[in-house]
């Protein structure tokens, strides 16, 4: 019969050896934890941003393109066409997306964008809020303060590009290229530099 009392020694020696003590399990258990819970909460709030984010651009570009729209079109006669355009108006402009910021004003504060966000908002609501005889002219003023936000990307080409896909960024790019492009050629036609904020 074979001897094993070397293996049980050596087992028993094994067996012997103190175990990791219980005080540091608990504290490398507690920073993992806390390790843990950071990271989850950073993510979380990340995806947060980038939902609040998303509503914001998408929400923009939305309200500059359906007022566009309805402001160049030329299908209605031009006796009727300040009727026809402030009833398109009032049933496809909703500002819905500015509700969904407003409601997740902790969110929309973090954003970079917030700043020139509620500026270009401000300037909308100046235009179709009322909707009275000066809405053409405010409405000529919002679309410069969105367009010159766009072409000197205090609203991101990128995040355009990101939310509405690329395509229709470029094409939402070109026109507020265009049309700031225009704004600055009258301003320089006037002897004003076009600088201002």
């Known amino acids: 019969m074979p001897d094993?009392?070397?293996q049980l020694e050596e087992i028993v020696r094994a067996l012997s050896r103190p175990a990791i003590p219980?005080?540091?399990v608990a504290i490398i258990s507690s920073i993992l934890g806390f390790a843990a819970a950071v990271l989850l909460q950073f993510v979380q709030q990340w995806f947060k941003r980038e939902r609040v984010r998303r509503v914001l651009y998408q929400d923009l570009e939305d309200l500059f393109s359906n007022?566009?729209?309805?402001?160049?079109?030329?299908?209605i006669e031009e006796s009727q066409r300040w009727a026809w355009q402030r009833?398109?108006?009032?049933?496809?402009?909703?500002?819905?997306?500015?509700?969904?910021?407003?409601?997740?004003e902790d969110v929309y504060m973090e954003l970079s964008e917030r700043p020139v966000a509620d500026t270009v908002?401000?300037?909308?609501?100046?235009?179709?809020?009322?909707?009275?005889s000066m809405f053409h002219s405010n409405w000529a003023i919002a679309r410069q303060v969105f367009a010159r936000a766009v072409y000197e990307d205090r609203l991101k080409r990128h995040?355009?590009?990101?939310?509405?896909?690329?395509?229709?960024a470029?094409?939402?790019y070109n026109r507020c290229k265009a049309i700031h492009e225009e704004s600055q050629r009258k301003l320089e036609a006037m002897g004003l530099d076009g600088k201002s904020p």
Do not use: P
């Not at 908002?121 to 009275?132: E, N, P």
């Not at 995040?159 to 690329?166: A, E, M, V």
């Open 4 to 6: 094993y009392t070397k």
């Open 22 to 24: 219980a005080w540091l």
């Open 67 to 75: 007022v566009e729209a309805i402001m160049e079109s030329r299908e």
């Open 87 to 104: 009833d398109q108006l009032k049933t496809h402009v909703a500002f819905k997306g500015e509700k969904y910021l407003r409601a997740n």
């Open 121 to 132: 908002y401000a300037y909308f609501h100046d235009a179709l809020d009322g909707l009275d």
């Open 159 to 168: 995040c355009f590009r990101k939310f509405i896909g690329k395509k229709r």
């Open 170 to 172: 470029d094409r939402l």
